[in-house]
């Protein structure tokens, strides 16, 4: 049914859903943001499900978004980027607003929107060799689609610790910061998931949705103006000078122009 990710659920109504775009590093295509988008409805619709498991295959979790697709969007009319940069954001809300919990399940490298999509779980968990990190100011981006999520999560102080250097961090730090709730040797992230997941099963599910819709409702704002917000400042750095030689440099495995490390 879906193309670039994979979506099984387990007798107790325990929904796995994979990034499976190994080869690429799960990284997040146009194919990826539409299959997403859709199975977070299915998921939201099926009386069946209980709880939903976010993972990836393969040696990544989620390198971020597609760099070929963000290429794209800058030689598209205005019309079609702000398109593109609704489809992204619109996925992440609606993994956010899925009416069951979400538990995201970390391996390898989690890195601009595999952040995002962290921040969007109730509870992450990664693996003890996990690398984190908000890269899009190095390719001249910004991480905005993505931006309430994460901020959201850390709160604005945490966040601005890590928002705008594209440092890389490792989990420890993650957890300090407030990304994930803990972090485990990779043997063990199948065996952690799993006690959290038990608890739902003896939870009733339309108090669980009502819950959580009320943890939302109480915490940071995130509406439509906000996501159109987020839409704008994407779209906009999209037509940058910076973007284009960002992105440039990243195919012609350079550095840009303005990187001065030694």
């Not at 799960?26 to 977070?40: E, K, V």
């Not at 992440?92 to 979400?102: D, E, G, R, S, Y």
């Not at 949705?209 to 995130?222: F, N, V």
Request: include cysteine.
């Amino acid at each position: 049914m879906f193309e670039t990710i994979d979506v099984s659920t387990d007798a107790r109504g325990v929904a796995t859903l994979t990034l499976n775009r190994p080869e690429k590093h799960n990284a997040m295509s146009a194919q990826m943001l539409a299959d997403l988008s859709a199975a977070a409805g299915q998921l939201a619709a099926d009386n069946a499900v209980r709880v939903v498991v976010l993972t990836g295959a393969g040696k990544t979790f989620c390198a971020g978004g597609d760099l070929g697709w963000m290429q794209d969007q800058m030689a598209a009319d205005p019309e079609t980027r702000f398109v593109e940069a609704r489809k992204l954001a619109e996925m992440l809300q609606a993994l956010n607003t899925l009416p069951k919990p979400v538990i995201g399940a970390l391996q390898g490298n989690a890195f601009g929107g595999g952040v995002g999509l962290a921040s969007v779980c109730d509870i992450a968990i990664g693996v003890d060799s996990l690398k984190m990190g908000l890269t899009e100011t190095r390719l001249g981006l910004i991480p905005a689609t993505i931006g309430p999520y994460v901020i959201a999560r850390m709160g604005e102080a945490r966040a601005r610790r890590v928002f705008m250097s594209a440092r890389l961090f490792d989990v420890a730090e993650a957890v300090g910061l407030g990304l994930l709730a803990k972090s485990v040797p990779a043997d063990q992230l199948a065996e952690a998931v799993e006690a959290e997941v038990a608890p739902y099963l003896a939870c009733a599910p339309g108090a669980v949705a009502s819950a959580k819709q009320l943890a939302r409702d109480l915490g940071p704002r995130i509406d439509e103006d906000v996501i159109d917000r987020t839409i704008q400042a994407l779209v906009d750095r999209w037509k940058t000078d910076e973007a284009r030689e960002g992105i440039a440099a990243f195919f012609g495995k350079r550095k840009p122009s303005w990187n001065s490390q030694v």
